[in-house]
Every structure is written in structure tokens, then in C-alpha cells.
């Protein structure tokens, strides 16, 4: 594929993370890109996590609806120091959506609950696939957050405990994904073509989120809010028919892979892939590479969840725009970071191949410029008053800049452990969750009198987060397989 690089041994000992890695396997030709099984993977796995977060964050939008502001304290949280943006459009709204007089506390645990179950199916998610594969994994993880979604309006009617535990029911299918579809990448992906291949299947994540945010405004403004959760979950039924249909767990076991990209593949990961049926646990834990993506991945989603949970209620009750317009801008910052992490993608695996540059080097500037941008522009957001357009520009182009990071410590996981990348997702996305969690309590009770201030301290606290995760990762991540992720007679070397 390239001719052998500086920094390799003659036996095949890795002692530098030099850009191929792929020394000592049989070189086969690289297989094209159209039409191969290995990029139509790619494209429904996308559709995959389009679906996943269009599942996820509708409730976001929902929420506003469903709750009675004539009886909560929500509608007295509205901010005074902006003026109204939009003139009320209450006239053609549809109403005939059931209020529940919830009031922002019982908001903040019901938005919270879904991470409750999610962080708990990480781990578990990320060892079951990596002895039994992805694909059944994944799909019946989004599948049961599917159905389960259609279920949340009689939820709602219930009680609140029965939403909060149906959300929380939710996160527990969608825990399993993204280690389920690492697992898969593993089996899949070349490694120079890593970058490229999951940033096109994640980047659906951020699909998802721009198009529900919206999409979920426009149907409670003219449908009501009950159809928002019964056409994404019929969405998200239809993607587990095709992806079961299309999908298999391996190149060897597709059946209509063709043999020269079988052959491609199979080469490719040949030095790269332990046979070991044991995991090695405690090697794993002792290891700082992997604690320092736990580091930047959490630092990251502290940002990324604190935005992707309050950026509605920041939008209605600081900026005042009503819950159409929300819907849209609040879509606005994904659709930058959508682009950004295609296109990173591309240029992280141009770097890497045709410019050689070190896979260590492209993962660590890809996360610095992904983690310390955001964390400027969200800090200039909040300095910027009432300037709509201001606001809206900075904060998308925090969110944007995040893009990077898919081609940074995001799949980082797969450079030092390929085997066990769907466990070490796992590990990392358990830590990465507790933002979820926390950091919209926190942003809450930073905020009680709603003021401009307020979210000042919030966007500040989110940003040296996100720095601190940049500079840890840059000292201490690593773009080669480590030892203990290879066979314990280095087999990967004859």
C-alpha cells in the first residue's frame, strides 16, 4: 500500500506511530469506494445515528409545549433583558396538545433521565460486541428506543415517574450504540481510511440534530406535540428493517462484499487485530492513553450536552425567540458541526496518507482545534448581550469547530486497541455521559434569576473544562497500538 516507514523495526515492532501501520501484511490493492460494502456501511450507520438523535433530543423541544406555562415556574423564568424578538404567532398554533404543569425542576430530571440508563449500558455494551459483533446490537438498541418513543405520550399521561423511567428505558437502548458500532469499525475499517469512515457514521448524530430540532418545533406548531415522538419512532422502526436486511457483522461474513475489498480489509488490520479471547482488563485500566481520551471526551461532552439540552431554553428565555424559531436556530450550530466533522474526516485521512503525518499528531491538533475553539466562541457568546445574530453566529461557530474532535480523541480508541475499541468507547462514553447528567442541574442552578450574567459563569465553566481536556489529551494520548491490545506472543509480527 506505502512503502515502509521510518520508526519500524524490521520485525515488525511498533516503535513509532508512524501513519500506516500496516507493515508486514500482505499489500493489497485499495479497494474502490463506490458501491462498497464498506461505505454503505458508513452511509446506514449514518442514517443510524441520524435516527438515534432525532430520538433523543425532540423532547428538548417538545417540553416547551407540554408544559402548562400559565402554572409553572418556567413562564417566570423568561428573561427581561433582551427584548421580545418575535412577535407572537399564538393566533395559528395549534393547542390541542394535553399541559402538564411540571414545573423547571421536574423539567430538569425528566431531560435528565435518559442518561440514567444510557451511562449504565456503556460498558456492557462495548463487551457484549466485541464478543458477539455490532450489528444486532446496535440495531435492536435504536429499535427499542424507537418503540419505546412512540410510547411517551401515554407515558406523560401517566405521571411524571412513568416518563422519567421510560426516558431512562430509552437510554439504556441507546448505551450499547456507539460501542456496538466501534466494535464494528474494528472488523471494518482500514486505518487509513478510519477517520473518513466514522466521521461520515457518527456525523449522522449531528444530522439528527438538525433536522429534529426544527422538525420537532413545526409539528408542535401545527400539529401538536404528541406527533413528534410517533414519526420519529416510526422512522427509527423502518431504519432496523434495512439496516438487518444490508448489514453484517464482518467483511468475511457479507455476503456481497466483493473479494478484492475483502482482501483489502482483511490485510490492512492483519498486525492490528489481537486474537487473545481474554480481555486484559487491568493492562487496559493502567493505561494513560486510554485516560486521556476519558479525559478529553469528558471534558468535551461537558460542553457539547450543556448546549445540546439548554440551547432551546437559553434561546427562549434569554434571546426570547418563540419555539418555531428556537426550533431552527438551535438546529443551526449542528448543521455547522455536521459539515465540520465530513470534512475533517477527509482531511485527517489526507494527512495521514498522502502528507504521512503521524497518526498521533493528526488525532492531537484535530482535538485541540475541536476542544479550545468552542471553548472561545462559547465564552464570546456570552459577552455579546442581546445581539441576535451575534449570539447565534458565535455559538455556531463553537459548535462547528467541535466537528474536529471526531477526528481527534473520538476515535482514538481504535489507533491503540483496535480489538477492544468498542470496550474502550464504552469506558470513555461512561465518563462522558456524567456531563449529560450533571452539567444541565448545574447550568440550572447557576441561573435562578435568569440573567445574562448567570449563563456567563455557565458558558465559563464549560470552557475551561473543554481546554483543560485539550491540553491533558495533548500530553498524554498516544496513535499506535499498545502492547497489551496485541497478542501475547506478538503474533501480529510474522
Known amino acids: 500500500m506505502r512503502s515502509p516507514v521510518p520508526g519500524q523495526s524490521p520485525d515488525g515492532e511498533l516503535v513509532s506511530d508512524s501513519t500506516p501501520l500496516l507493515q508486514g501484511a500482505p499489500q493489497a490493492e485499495a479497494a474502490p469506494v463506490c458501491c462498497s460494502a464498506r ?99 446496535l440495531g435492536f438498541g435504536i429499535l427499542g428506543t424507537a418503540v419505546f ?15 422519567i423511567v421510560l426516558r431512562a428505558l430509552e437510554g439504556l ?33 449531528q444530522l439528527g440534530t438538525v433536522i429534529s430540532l426544527p422538525l420537532s418545533g413545526l409539528i ?24 438487518i436486511w444490508l448489514v453484517s457483522n464482518t467483511p468475511e461474513t457479507h455476503t456481497t462484499i466483493s ?3 475483502k482482501e483489502y480489509i482483511l490485510s490492512s488490520l492483519k498486525n492490528q487485530l489481537s486474537s487473545q479471547k481474554s480481555v486484559p482488563w487491568i493492562s487496559m485500566l493502567k493505561s494513560l ?36 424559531e428556537n426550533g431552527i436556530l438551535s438546529a443551526v450550530p449542528y448543521f455547522g458541526c455536521w459539515l465540520c466533522m465530513i470534512m475533517s474526516g477527509q482531511v485527517a485521512d489526507y494527512l495521514r ?11 492531537k491538533v484535530f482535538s485541540l482545534i475541536g476542544m479550545i475553539g468552542p471553548a472561545v466562541f462559547l465564552v464570546a457568546a456570552g459577552y455579546i448581550g442581546c445581539d441576535y445574530s451575534l449570539a447565534v453566529a458565535f455559538l455556531t461557530i463553537s459548535t462547528t469547530l467541535g466537528g474536529f474532535c471526531s477526528s481527534g ?42 440573567t445574562i450574567r448567570e449563563w456567563q459563569t455557565v458558558f465559563w465553566i464549560a470552557a475551561a473544562i473543554d481546554v483543560f481536556g485539550a491540553i491533558f489529551f495533548t500530553l498524554f494520548g498516544k496513535g499506535e497500538v499498545q502492547n497489551w491490545a496485541l497478542d501475547d506472543h506478538h503474533g501480529h509480527r510474522h
Not at 40 to 64: E, H, I, K, P, T
Not at 149 to 163: E, K, Q, R, S, W
Not at 353 to 363: E, G, H, I, L
Request: with cysteine; glycine share 8%.
Open 289 to 324: 492513553p486510554l485516560w486521556a481520551i476519558v479525559v478529553a471526551h469528558f471534558s468535551y461532552n461537558w460542553t457539547f450536552y450543556t448546549l445540546l439540552t439548554l440551547l432551546p431554553t437559553y434561546m427562549k428565555e434569554i434571546l426570547r425567540f418563540n419555539v418555531q
Open 409 to 450: 480523541f473520538s476515535i482514538n480508541h481504535l489507533d491503540i486497541a483496535p480489538s477492544y475499541a468498542g470496550i474502550l468507547l464504552g469506558i470513555t462514553n461512561t465518563f462522558a455521559t456524567i456531563p449529560g447528567m450533571v452539567g444541565p442541574v448545574i447550568a440550572k442552578s447557576l441561573t435562578p434569576e435568569n
Open 39 to 137: 461505505y454503505n456501511l458508513a452511509v446506514l450507520a449514518f442514517f443510524g445515528f441520524f435516527v438515534l438523535y432525532a430520538l433523543r433530543v425532540n423532547l428538548s423541544v417538545a417540553l416547551v409545549d407540554m408544559v402548562d406555562s400559565n402554572t409553572t415556574l418556567a413562564n417566570n423564568r423568561t428573561s427581561k433583558e433582551c427584548a421580545e424578538h418575535s412577535a407572537s404567532n399564538k393566533v395559528f398554533r395549534n393547542q390541542t396538545g394535553k399541559r402538564y404543569k411540571w414545573d423547571a425542576e421536574t423539567q430538569g430530571w425528566i431531560l435528565g433521565s435518559f442518561f440514567y440508563g444510557y451511562i449504565i449500558t456503556q460498558i456492557p455494551g462495548g463487551y457484549v460486541a466485541s464478543k458477539v459483533g455490532g450489528k444486532l446490537l
Open 173 to 205: 437502548g441507546e448505551g450499547v450504540t456507539f460501542p456496538a458500532m466501534h466494535a464494528m469499525w474494528s472488523s471494518w475499517a482500514p486505518p487509513l481510511e478510519r477517520s473518513k469512515l466514522l466521521s461520515i457514521s457518527y456525523a449522522g448524530a
Open 220 to 243: 408542535c406548531f401545527y400539529m401538536n406535540w404528541t406527533y413528534v415522538f410517533y414519526l420519529f419512532g416510526i422512522v427509527g422502526i423502518i431504519w432496523f428493517v434495512l439496516w
Open 353 to 363: 496518507a498522502k502528507w504521512n503525518f503521524s497518526t498521533v499528531c493528526v488525532r
Open 149 to 163: 418513543t412512540l410510547f411517551t405520550p401515554i407515558a406523560a399521561d401517566i405521571g411524571v415517574g412513568a416518563l
Open 259 to 261: 473479494h478484492q475489498e
